[in-house]
Structures are given as structure tokens and as C-alpha cells.
């Protein structure tokens, strides 16, 4: 499921044997994921907590502070099969992110590519998702 808003596709992916959602988007740098979104949904995931090199972070006028990353596998269902991506998170203490962003180095190492035409069209490697990715217009 996907809903478009600019040049970011939400979608619903699995990960740990539950749902969560992933925007792809085309204008980031790096993948990220708030630790408050993590501390919902993961326990215990701080044991799995990777040190990461000093970065800035800004979003509007707020500066965020990383304490890490974390490594997730995601799996894109599809009645073709499944995609599994295995993509690095810099967690950010202060995001106010409701899932994972996926940055535009994964894009091109999964060979994701973004159609924004009038069938909200994805591509990842050979295998097409032609308007499944929809989210009904009551989503939230």
C-alpha cells in the first residue's frame, strides 16, 4: 500500500512478522527511524543498537541527535514474491517519525524506481507494483 504525498511513497512492509510503514523517499540522504517509534514497537531493540559516526541532522528548524544505527530486514510482499531488503537506520533521539525512511542509496542499490504517474507506479529490481500500494483515503 502506498500513498503519495511530493516525491515520498508510503508503503506497508514486514518486518519482525509485523507490519510497519516505510516511506520511500527521493530527496533523503540517509535512512532513518525515531527512537520513539522503535521503543512502540521493538522491545528490546537497543541491544541491536550499532555505533554510528558523528552526523548532523536537521528537519525544519529543529536539529536531531543520533545515538546509532540499527539494521532491519524488510520484506515487500508481492503475489510474485517477496522483497527482502536489508538496509542500515540511523536512529534519531528527537524524530518525530511514525516508521522507517528509506534513503536514495538504497533506492538505487535495490533498484527502486518511483513513477509518480496516474497509476502510482514502483519498480524494485524486475518486479512491478501497479497501484497495490494504494491506501484507502481513511488511512491515517
Known amino acids: 500500500m502506498a500513498y503519495i504525498h511530493g516525491i515520498s511513497t508510503k508503503m506497508t512492509v514486514l518486518i519482525d512478522d509485523s507490519q510497519h ?3 520511500i523517499d527521493s530527496g533523503t540522504h540517509c535512512s532513518i527511524v525515531a527512537r520513539e517509534y522503535l521503543d512502540k514497537t521493538f522491545p528490546n531493540w537497543e541491544k541491536k543498537l550499532l555505533p554510528t559516526k558523528a552526523m548532523n541532522f536537521e528537519s525544519g528548524s529543529e536539529n536531531l541527535t543520533s545515538i546509532g544505527t540499527i539494521i532491519k530486514d ?4 508481492h503475489i510474485k514474491g517477496n522483497i527482502r531488503l536489508n538496509p542500515e537506520f540511523v536512529v534519531l533521539e528527537n524524530a518525530h517519525i511514525q516508521g522507517f525512511l528509506l534513503e536514495t542509496d538504497y533506492q538505487r542499490i535495490y ?3 518511483i513513477n509518480h504517474s496516474k497509476d502510482r507506479h514502483i519498480t524494485i529490481g524486475t518486479v512491478s507494483f501497479r497501484g497495490i500500494f494504494i491506501y484507502p483515503k481513511d488511512h491515517k
Open 111 to 113: 533498484g527502486i524506481d
Open 21 to 23: 510503514p516505510l516511506i
Open 74 to 77: 524488510i520484506f515487500i510482499t
